[in-house]
Structures are given as C-alpha cells and as structure tokens.
C-alpha cells in the first residue's frame, strides 16, 4: 500500500551497520554455507522444481505409452519404475520440499516479523538431506534400478523374494532420510512458530499460512516416525532376513499397509494443508477484505491435521478387514467433510463479500476451490465402501487423487509462485500471460484426468503398463495423453513468464499487491536481516495498519528493537506474544551440508551391502556433529 | 517496551528438545504397537520353542536407568548456579551408570541371541528390534554426554546451559521409554 520512504540518516546508519552484521559469504560457497531462511527457502524451490519437471516428463512418457492399445514406448519393468518414481519424486521430492520446505522457509519468518528461524542451522541440513535423498532416489533411475513397486510399496511385492535388486533398498533408506529431513524442518517450523513472532502477534494474530504450517508440522512430527519404523522394519526383513511381513513365520503383509497409511492419509493433509494457507493468503489480498471467519478456518487447519490421524483405513477398504472396522473408518472418512467445507465456505463467503480482482494468482486459487469440491466429492464416493470395493486400484482412484493432489495442492502452489515472485525477485510477471497460462493449465487438468474416472468405471487398473484394444479404453487414453501434453505446455509457460520477468520484468514496490501480511512491509527482494525494525503487530493484518507500520519506521530512527550490536532476533512468549529476550542466532556454517552429504554417503553404502565402511561414516557423522556444535552463537552484550 | 513479559520463557533448544521427544515417542509407539499387533496375529506369544523372557533383570536395568536421572536433573539444578564442577560431576556419576546399564543389557542381548535369533520368526523380529531400538537411544544419549564433558569445562554460557537442559530431558524419555519397552517386552510373560 505504501511504499518504503526514504529512511532519516540515523535510520540509514543503522541499516548499513544491519547489512555488515547479517551480509553472508558471496558466490557460490555462500550457497553451501547458508543459514538464511530465504536462500534455504529458495534453494528448496529451485531443486524441488528441478525434481517436478523430472517427475513430469516420467508421467508425460506413461502417457505416451498409454495413448492408445498395445503401444510399446518403454517396456513393463521401465514403466514400473517409472511410476513408482513419478509418485515419489511427486510427493517426497516435488510437493511437500516445494510448499512447506520452499514456501514456509521463505515466508514464515517473514510473516511472522523474526530475521530468521529457530534453528538456522538445522533447517540447512534439512535441505541438504532432501537433496541427498533426491539425488540417491535419482541415482538408482540412471542405473536402472529404480524402486518398482508403487509409491506405496506393499508387500510381499516389495519384499526380497519377489523384488530382490536393489530397487526396494534405494526406496526405503532414501526415504528414510527425506523423513529425517521432514521431521527436523517441521521441528523448526514448530518453535519458530511458538517463539520467534513479533512482539504483540498472540496467537490469534498468527498469519492463517503459518497456522497451516503449524497444522502441517504437528501432523508431520507425529505421522512420520509411522512410516520411518514401516521402513526400517522392510528394510530389516530384506538385508537381514527379520519376518516382519513374512505371513509364513508370524508376520503379517497388513501391518506394512497398516503402518504406510497410518502415515500416508495424514500425509495426504501434509501436501494439501500449506496449499489451503496460501488460498488464505492470496484471498484476502484479492478481495480487499480480511478472511471471514478467521478463528474457524485456523481451527479447522488444526481440525483436519488432526482428524486425518483416524482415516488410514479408508486406504484398506478392499484388504478383507472386518465389517466393524470399515464402518468406524467410512464414518471418520466423512467426518473431516465439516472442517473442509467450513474452509471452502470460509474462502468462497471472502470472494462473495469482497470485492474480486481476478489476477493470476486469486484465478489460481479459484481453480484450487473447483477442483477441491470436485475431488472431494469423489473421495466421498470412494469413502462409501461398496462403492470402494468397486473401483479400488483403477483408474477412478489415479483420477480422484489427481484431482486432490494436482487440483487442489498444486494450484494454489502455482498461484503463490505467481503471488510472491514480486517479493523474493523484486520484479512483476507477465499478468496477461499469466491469465492466458492459468486456462491452459486448467483446461489441461480437466483434460487430463476427467477422462480417468471414466476408465477407471470401465474397469483399467491402475499401474498397467499396456491394454489391449477390445477392451475399449482407448479414447479416454488418449484424450489423458492430449490433455496432459496441454498441461505441459502450460507449465513451460509459467516457467518461461517468471524466467523472462527474472531478468526482464517491470520492478515491483515492496507491496505490488497490496497483501496485509507483514511479508509486504518489507523491500522487495527482503535485506538478509528481513525488517531492520523488529516489527510490533496488533492485528492479524499487520500490513494494514498504517500507524503501527509508521510507529515501526519512528523506532528504527529511534534505534528501539532494531538490534543492531549482533546477529539477533528477538523471542516472544509462546501464547501471547510478550517480547521475551533478545536471541544470539548462529551465523552460517559449512557443517550442515557436510553432514548431510556423510548421511548420503553413508545410506549408498548401505545399499550396496558395505556395512563396515558405513559404520565408518556414522562415527564420521558424529565428529561433524561435535565439530558443528563447538561454533556457539554469541551474543553482543 | 511496555510489552515486556513477566517472566521468561523456556529457551528454543528446550522446546526444540520436546518436539524431536514428541516424534521419538511416537517411533517408540509405533514399535510398541506392532509389537501387539503381532502378538495378537500369533496363535502362541512367545512361539513355542522360546521361553518367555525373565523378569529380573530388565525390571532391575530399567529402574537403574531411572534412577540416572536424578543426577542428571541435579547437573542441570548445577547449571543455573553456573557451579560447572558440580554439573559435570553430576553428569559423569548419571554417565557411569548409564554406561554400566548399557554394558549390562549388551551382555543380556548378546544372551537372548544365543537363544533365538530375529530371523527365528516374527516374534523374535520384532522382540530384538524393540530391544535395539531403546539400545542405541541409551548410546546416543551417551555420546551426548561425551559432548558435554567436552565443552563444559570451559564454563556455561546460554547455549551450554540450554544443551544441558535439552539432554537432561532427552534422558528423562529415554528412561521412562524403558520402563515401556520392558513392560512390552515382559507382556509376553503373563
């Protein structure tokens, strides 16, 4: 709304001696030894792309295979890698390192008015050990032996009898490290949340994106040790012969599928939750109006996180569990409908009351609600077991969780690349070609993956590498394979407006849009220490409080809150926001990325059954952790 | 600032401590429930041929472990008068005996295996992976240990007496984590 005006010399003086203390290594090094929330931020959106435009041309392959009967463009064990890796790299590697590991390091410590998060230095080793495990996951594509039995690798398929390469071991312990690397991002979402927000944000005053992170992060914390012990168990049955899901000497296949989706259903509302934050980020910019029913939607964040602890079932209608427990799941499957719809009517009520401007980022977010009612309402009809037992494992589900997936969780996405690219680059996107993007791309999902419900009721299973022609599936095929080729053009678009703004783009204020969150109170790109006055915050839209922003400008003159002895941040009381203390934060470290590169080390080696070495590289982990703990931060005074 | 508080809060290691506390619970759980999951699968738990586990001994183990971490609290009580003596005396007294617990339940492991082994069948799976579990938290509590025996000696400073606090509670878990993974293991003796 405003922009920055020109600072009083003492003012001036103090951000230049801010620049000195928070200025990091230049170049390429600075990259490897970063502890700054938004280059760690940025990193994780640019590998994370890296990682969806391979997951995209895998899918686009298996739709070329798949276009029409009987075509042979990779043959069956390719595609099974292929689809395996597509839903990995998808979700690991793709959605979750984009929207919580991108977005939320980016914006969170912005939103919340601190100069960094929690623990700096633990959020870079949660980026390198994402990389790590990208990188191993896509190391076993190159050689071929690429994990091949579904993203959700049930046994006995994925056990050593039937899958004895290495394909199955790449699968676990990489994603055994991505979990580590969730668990310490979401670790640090968590106490930055509860401590580092401005003076005066209680927690009725939290930003509705961090709200959702927060929702993400305890679902995250408590879902995935399920999946890490899932893993290790598997992983124990392959190398060393356990019988965990050995039915023959007292294991049971069910409990692999019982520990997946105990963390794979709350990890469904791991990918969609950071999406609903960003719609109640964009929304409220769009309309001009604060999100109605603002107390309700954070609650229902919480809501959701929580109640999809108690739906992992509805995965498993189809296994032969008993009656009883299909219907107590079937029951809690419709249940999470209510703190959805108070969401979908909450975003739907600021659009009606409000008054619209539909630039490319609110067309994203409108695209994210159609798609959201539609594909939550063929998961209603999937959470009804006769039909379930119907449609299981066919192409109704792939169209379902599309819809979900791709509709709902990315577009939002794709509209926050849109709504921040004038924060973090300081220059605007193409607004026409983004308009005339956002059909493409929702014409290209419609395209795509309607067609797949009707497959899918004629009776494709999912994973079939081929389909012989009687079987008529033929022209829903190539109507997907069309629609997701119009697709990709789309996001060769998108990519092209915000690479050509990058260098070519008209400049942006600190506040193009006019948003109300405290990251537009800020120059665009952000300085590295984001505000050089700690700002004190007395609404939930602390950017449209003028006098509070203005009060903001007089303390920096003033030298009250703007730190300027140290490399600090200051803390507040968890519940209400009370400045609490001035806080030492490390500086950059050369540490995290060496670890995470031993940890990677390590696990490869752990594959290729070099266990002595590995032992090695854990007592090596160790030193660096020693190493990495003798730097303290210190504090000025 | 007119909005200071009244008092201070816990420092960002402590809560950051709680949340990796929250996720190692929920491994533990997670152990410990397919440990009665498969229980319940099994027509006889422990399998015939493998005599149930004793009793004697872990129960002893677990309260001894217990017991380590009162000179732990006592260390971190130590901490805050900046009495680094003392600390690091309460420290290596809780080390000794969680060294020696360790030692102990190694030489009983190494026992059990000569009994039966983890690919005898589910039971002993998930009986020597539960065991496992708990060993190399003790261990890595130990090398934690180490670290301050490292770095205290030179005096406390915030970030010292936060790791102290924060690995003080780390034992308090991995203590009462033993009392559950004994009362899961010992389960199968009634």
């Known amino acids: 709304m405003t922009a920055i005006q020109p600072p009083a010399p003492a003012a001036q003086e103090r951000i230049e001696r801010l620049d000195r203390i928070w200025a990091e290594r230049p170049g390429f090094t600075g990259w490897l030894t970063t502890t700054d929330h938004k280059r760690i931020g940025l990193m994780y959106v640019a590998a994370s792309l890296v990682f969806f435009a391979l997951g995209g041309a895998e899918a686009l392959i298996m739709r070329t295979q798949l276009a029409g009967p009987g075509r042979h463009v990779v043959g069956p064990s390719t595609y099974d890698q292929l689809l395996t890796m597509h839903g990995i790299t998808m979700i690991f590697l793709f959605v979750i390192p984009l929207s919580i590991g991108g977005f939320g390091n980016y914006l969170v410590p912005l939103m919340i008015g601190s100069r960094d998060m929690a623990f700096p230095r633990m959020n870079a080793l949660s980026f390198w050990l994402f990389l790590g495990s990208g990188i191993l996951l896509y190391a076993s594509l190159l050689l071929h032996e690429a994990p091949n039995a579904g993203w959700f690798n049930y046994v006995p398929l994925a056990s050593r009898r039937f899958d004895p390469g290495p394909n199955i071991d790449f699968y676990t312990l990489a994603l055994i490290l991505n979990g580590v690397s969730s668990t310490a991002a979401a670790a640090n979402f968590l106490v930055t949340i509860a401590k580092l927000r401005a003076p005066g944000m209680s927690l009725n005053r939290i930003p509705l994106f961090c709200f959702a992170i927060l929702a993400t992060s305890f679902s995250l914390v408590f879902a995935l040790p399920a999946l890490t012990a899932d893993l290790v168990f598997l992983e124990l049955d392959r190398k060393l012969g356990f019988h965990f899901f050995d039915a023959a000497r007292g294991g049971d296949p069910l409990l692999w599928q019982d520990l997946f989706w105990i963390f794979g259903h709350p990890e469904v509302y791991i990918i969609v939750l950071p999406a609903f934050g960003i719609a109640t980020s964009i929304i409220p910019t769009f309309t001009r109006r604060k999100m109605a029913a603002f107390p309700l939607v954070a609650l229902a964040e919480l809501l959701v996180a929580f109640i999809g602890f108690g739906v992992w079932v509805h995965h498993m209608f189809a296994t032969g569990l008993p009656q009883t427990t299909l219907i107590f799941f079937a029951a809690a499957s419709l249940i999470i409908v209510i703190p959805s719809g108070i969401q979908i009517f909450a975003w739907c009520m600021t659009l009606v009351d409000g008054t619209p401007e539909f630039k490319t980022p609110l067309l994203f977010i409108v695209g994210f609600i159609i798609f959201f009612v539609f594909g939550g309402l063929s998961g209603i009809t999937l959470a009804a077991v006769p039909f379930d037992q119907q449609v299981t494992d066919t192409y109704y589900v792939v169209a379902h969780f599309h819809y979900v997936i791709w509709g709902a969780a990315v577009f939002p996405v794709l509209g926050g690349l849109y709504y921040w690219f004038p924060k973090v680059t300081g220059r605007m996107y193409h607004e026409r070609l983004g308009q005339a993007t956002f059909w493409l791309i929702f014409a290209g999902t419609n395209i795509t993956f309607f067609p797949m419900h009707i497959s899918g009721m004629l009776g494709m299973p999912r994973r079939v590498w081929t389909y012989p022609a009687r079987m008529g599936w033929g022209p829903e095929n190539l109507a997907s394979t069309i629609g997701a080729f119009i697709l990709a053009s789309g996001l060769v678009l998108l990519a092209a407006n915000l690479v050509v703004s990058r260098f070519r783009g008209a400049p942006a204020s600190a506040d193009p849009f006019g948003g109300g969150t405290l990251e537009w109170s800020t120059s665009s790109p952000p300085p590295a220490y984001n505000f050089a006055v700690i700002p004190v915050v007395t609404s939930a839209y602390p950017c449209w409080d003028a006098d509070d922003r203005a009060a903001d400008a007089r303390r920096l003159a003033a030298g009250q809150l703007v730190l300027e002895h140290g490399h600090e941040t200051t803390t507040t009381t968890p519940v209400d926001g009370h400045l609490d203390d001035v806080l030492a934060m490390p500086a950059e470290s050369i540490w995290p990325v060496t670890l995470a590169a031993v940890c990677t080390v390590g696990l490869a080696l752990v594959i290729s059954s070099h266990y002595v070495t590995a032992l090695v590289s854990v007592a090596v982990a160790a030193a660096v952790l020693a190493a990495w703990h003798a730097v303290e931060p210190r504090s000025a005074a | ?190």
């Open chain 2, 1 to 190: 600032m007119s909005i200071l508080a009244g008092h201070r809060a816990r420092p960002n290691g402590w809560y950051g401590m709680v949340v990796l506390i929250a996720a190692e619970g929920a491994l533990f759980g997670t152990f410990i429930g397919t440990y009665v999951y498969l229980s319940f699968h099994a027509p006889a738990w422990p399998p015939d041929g493998i005599a149930a586990p004793s009793a004697t001994a872990p129960l002893v183990l677990s309260l001894v472990l217990v017991a380590s971490t009162v000179p732990m609290a006592l260390a971190v009580r130590a901490g805050r008068r900046d009495g680094v003596a003392a600390a690091i005396g309460w420290v290596a007294l809780a080390f000794v005996v969680q060294a020696v617990y360790l030692g102990f339940q190694i030489h009983l492991y190494v026992d059990d295996l000569a009994r039966f082994k983890p690919q005898t069948d589910a039971y002993g799976s998930i009986y020597f992976a539960l065991l496992g579990l708990h060993h190399v938290h003790v261990a890595a509590g130990l090398l934690l240990d180490l670290w301050l025996f490292l770095r205290l000696p030179r005096g406390f400073t915030p970030y010292r007496r936060t790791a102290l606090s924060a690995i003080a509670l780390y034992w308090y878990f991995v203590a009462v984590a033993g009392l559950a993974v004994t009362a899961t293991i010992l389960s199968a003796t009634w």
